[in-house]
């Protein structure tokens, strides 16, 4: 892997399914008794978030002290950017406390790469989210939901990549940097991803992305083997993209109906937060093929193998001997 992860692009197949198969073994030590290992014993990772976030904030100072960082939490809200401090002396600032890694949400896209690649930040920067740009680990741990659900290997275990499965990304995809960083992780891991939108949400340039357009969710839902279900980003909008919400829902929700017009084995997923009744109903986000719960619990597994490769790398990430079995039993 590179030194940072700013964009899911950054990525190469084979850096996804290391990530992936990494994730796989540090979720074992969420079945164990005590759920910390000392891979990252002495290192400070900041979380350095500009906007709000719930799940994504938490994941990664779980993933964080599980490995036993030092944690940092630093919000906008009450600090001195709020008084008008600039991203630099904010980075420089962290710099001088030592920091190891900083993982980044910011408002602004852009602002992960800046840092990355300013001289203000010796460590390594993980992007959590920029503007209406990337969000790579949630790709990742979108990948790994799908890979947990839908692909089994030849011998019963894991398979690889997502190669052969079709993935639909439905709704504001304009807004969206989930879907941006979707498209790029799960083609380079092999899937075949349709994006449904009204043209509106729709960005200009979406025909040259690596997958196909449609505007008709009912006409992709047999084939597909993932459904991924996107929320309205209306604190981004500042025009009328629909109508209104219940034609939206009509249009682009996904319902029990329609759920039961996708393949058996088919899942359903969401990044949160959802907005129930507009892009998925109750019915649906609390029926076992919706892995909603499932992407926020591999979310830590699969931040924990981020900040592993960056910052950690040269051993298992999980000792397999008698005394470290002993000591986590």
Known sequence: MKRHLISAADLTRDDAVLVLDTAEELARVADRPIKKLPTLRGRTVVNLFFEDSTRTRISFEAAAKRLSADVINFSAKGSSVSKGESLKDTALTLEAMGADAVVIRHHDSGA???????????????????????????????????????????????????????????????????????????????????????????????????????????????????????????????????????????????????MARMPEHAIVMHPGPMNRGMEITAEVADSPRCTAVEQVSGGVSVRMAVLYLLLGGSEPAVSTTRTEENTLA
Not at 130 to 159: N, W
Not at 181 to 189: F, G, K, M, Y
């Open 112 to 258: 992960p790469h800046r840092l990355a690649t300013s001289e203000w930040i010796g460590g390594a920067v993980v992007n959590a989210g920029d503007g209406t740009h990337e969000h790579p680990t949630q790709a990742l741990l979108d990948a790994f939901a799908i890979r947990r659900r839908l692909v089994a290997g030849p011998s019963g275990g894991l398979g690889k990549d997502l190669s052969g499965r079709r993935v639909t990304i439905v709704g504001d995809i304009l807004h969206s940097r989930v879907a941006r960083s979707n498209i790029h992780l799960l083609t380079t891991l092999g899937a075949q991803v349709t994006v449904v939108a009204p043209p509106t949400l729709l960005p200009v340039g979406a025909g040259v992305w690596p997958c196909e357009v449609s505007y008709d969710l009912d006409a992709v839902l047999p084939t597909s083997d993932a459904v991924m279900m996107l929320r309205v980003q209306r604190e981004r909008m500042n025009a009328a993209y629909f109508p209104t919400e219940r034609e939206y829902a009509r249009r682009y929700g996904l319902d029990g109906d329609r």
